[in-house]
């Protein structure tokens, strides 16, 4: 057998016929430090031996083969993803590990993880009930776990990478027609949230956006409204967050028939606020209880969906009237770029890929138009 040059790391059989192989790490206290990896056959124990060299190599940390994925997760969450994800997301990225990837995965050593571990685990949350697309956010988050323990040198390949997440199957969107937003909103009538409903079907703002609006957010001279916050609960309590994006924060001209429902609305606000007298909060939202506290997301969608039942229209989510604000541009002829600035979406793709059906139901009354001219 051919000698190993210096630095490269020695392999060995032992008495027991298993091969071992070893790698010097320097000096540490005066006492030479060494890392060990063990195979069943020489080729196993090289390719073991191959990422710790690489790791010493490149004067990266060298792989523990004894820290174990449930911990390092903790670490992720407090060290990595809590100071660089808004609230909201660090809660759901904790839900994850907490009830997913840590019970399941936790145990198995970094080093050690397979991706035929990752597939089990990823089947098996399938065959629990869970959704392609929850399924999917599981094992997003563990590959981003993954991607700083590469990087860290704590695993030498990212394993999560080499599994696919199961695919989520994209359902058309159907808004409500522009009839069906009018009985929607005639439904409404007296409903104290009726602003609310139909200032989510004008402008396209998301359901977080409108519950964050503060008064001093809206100019009626102008017509205007400013999103800077989008409100959620975060650790019990409601709070004002950042925009979801950069392009998030924005502002949006309010059509006439907003500017009414709105004028309307805080005109009975201020009722309320003489009603609630020394009970009352002030928040300064646009949008509140009858105290002048925030209102919860579950209470809207309940509210909303009575409206929908008393409006005879079939039950959606509240995230849908946003859709529609969307259909009704794109239906007058108004171009994605429009719609992007509106929605406050990061990118033309992503308005592209939500709203392509819209402009592909055009292109063919385009077609139908160019049939009446030059038809004969």
Same mark, same amino acid.
């Given at each position: 057998?051919?000698?190993?040059?210096?630095?490269?790391?020695?392999?060995?059989?032992?008495?027991?016929?298993?091969?071992?192989?070893?790698?010097?790490?320097?000096?540490? !206290?005066?006492?030479?430090?060494?890392?060990?990896?063990?195979? @069943?056959?020489?080729?196993?124990?090289?390719?073991?031996?191959?990422? $710790?060299?690489?790791?010493?190599?490149?004067?990266?940390?060298?792989?523990?083969?004894?820290?174990?994925?449930?911990?390092?997760?903790?670490?992720?969450?407090?060290?990595? @993803?809590?100071?660089?994800?808004?609230?909201?997301?660090?809660?759901?990225?904790?839900?994850?590990?907490?009830?997913? $990837?840590?019970?399941?995965?936790?145990?198995?050593?970094? @080093?050690?993880?397979?991706?035929?571990?990752?597939?089990?685990?990823?089947?098996?949350?399938?065959?629990?009930?869970?959704?392609?697309?929850?399924?999917?956010?599981?094992?997003?988050?563990?590959?981003?776990?993954?991607?700083?323990?590469?990087?860290?040198?704590?695993?030498?390949?990212?394993?999560?990478?080499?599994?696919?997440?199961?695919?989520?199957?994209?359902?058309?969107?159907?808004?409500?027609?522009?009839?069906?937003?009018?009985?929607?909103?005639?439904?409404?009538?007296?409903?104290?949230?009726?602003?609310?409903?139909?200032?989510?079907?004008?402008?396209? $703002?998301?359901?977080?956006?409108?519950?964050?609006?503060?008064?001093?957010?809206?100019?009626?001279?102008?017509?205007?409204?400013?999103?800077?916050?989008?409100?959620?609960?975060?650790?019990?309590?409601?709070?004002?967050?950042?925009?979801?994006?950069?392009?998030?924060?924005?502002?949006?001209?309010?059509?006439?028939?907003?500017?009414?429902?709105?004028? @309307?609305?805080?005109?009975?606000?201020?009722?309320?606020?003489?009603?609630?007298?020394?009970?009352?909060?002030?928040?300064?939202?646009?949008?509140?209880?009858?105290?002048?506290?925030?209102?919860?997301?579950?209470?809207?969608?309940?509210?909303?969906?009575?409206?929908?039942?008393?409006?005879?229209?079939?039950?959606?989510?509240?995230?849908?009237?946003? !859709?529609?604000?969307?259909?009704?541009?794109?239906?007058?002829?108004?171009?994605?770029?429009?719609?992007?600035?509106?929605?406050?979406?990061?990118?033309?793709? $992503?308005?592209?890929?939500?709203?392509?059906?819209?402009?592909?139901?055009?292109?063919?009354?385009?077609?139908?138009?160019?049939?009446?001219?030059?038809?004969?």
């Amino acid at each position: 057998m051919t000698r190993r040059g210096p630095n490269e790391g020695s392999l060995y059989q032992r008495r027991d016929g298993r091969w071992q192989g070893a790698v010097h790490l320097g000096y540490e !206290h005066g006492r030479r430090v060494r890392k060990f990896v063990i195979g @069943a056959t020489r080729a196993e124990a090289a390719a073991k031996l191959a990422p $710790l060299l690489k790791a010493r190599d490149e004067r990266r940390p060298v792989p523990d083969q004894r820290t174990k994925l449930g911990p390092f997760l903790r670490q992720w969450l407090d060290e990595v @993803a809590k100071p660089t994800v808004r609230a909201t997301t660090f809660s759901s990225y904790e839900g994850i590990v907490r009830l997913h $990837l840590a019970p399941d995965l936790g145990r198995i050593a970094l @080093a050690k993880l397979t991706p035929a571990d990752v597939q089990r685990l990823l089947n098996a949350k399938r065959a629990a009930g869970l959704s392609p697309r929850r399924v999917g956010y599981i094992h997003a988050v563990l590959r981003r776990t993954l991607v700083t323990a590469e990087r860290w040198g704590l695993v030498s390949r990212n394993v999560a990478k080499l599994v696919d997440a199961p695919r989520v199957q994209h359902h058309e969107i159907r808004p409500m027609t522009p009839e069906e937003a009018r009985r929607l909103i005639d439904a409404a009538d007296g409903d104290r949230l009726q602003a609310l409903y139909l200032t989510a079907l004008a402008t396209g $703002l998301r359901q977080g956006e409108l519950l964050a609006l503060r008064w001093q957010d809206v100019d009626f001279d102008t017509r205007r409204l400013w999103v800077r916050h989008t409100l959620a609960r975060v650790d019990g309590a409601l709070v004002l967050l950042e925009p979801k994006t950069d392009r998030s924060r924005r502002m949006v001209v309010m059509p006439d028939v907003t500017v009414a429902a709105l004028r @309307a609305h805080r005109t009975r606000q201020r009722m309320e606020r003489l009603v609630a007298g020394s009970r009352w909060h002030d928040t300064d939202h646009v949008f509140t209880t009858t105290i002048g506290t925030p209102i919860e997301a579950a209470r809207v969608t309940r509210s909303f969906h009575a409206a929908l039942q008393r409006a005879g229209l079939p039950r959606s989510r509240f995230h849908d009237l946003r !859709h529609a604000a969307a259909t009704y541009l794109l239906g007058q002829g108004f171009t994605l770029e429009d719609v992007k600035t509106l929605l406050g979406h990061s990118s033309i793709t $992503l308005t592209s890929n939500t709203y392509g059906h819209v402009l592909e139901r055009r292109q063919a009354q385009v077609a139908a138009g160019m049939d009446a001219v030059l038809g004969g």
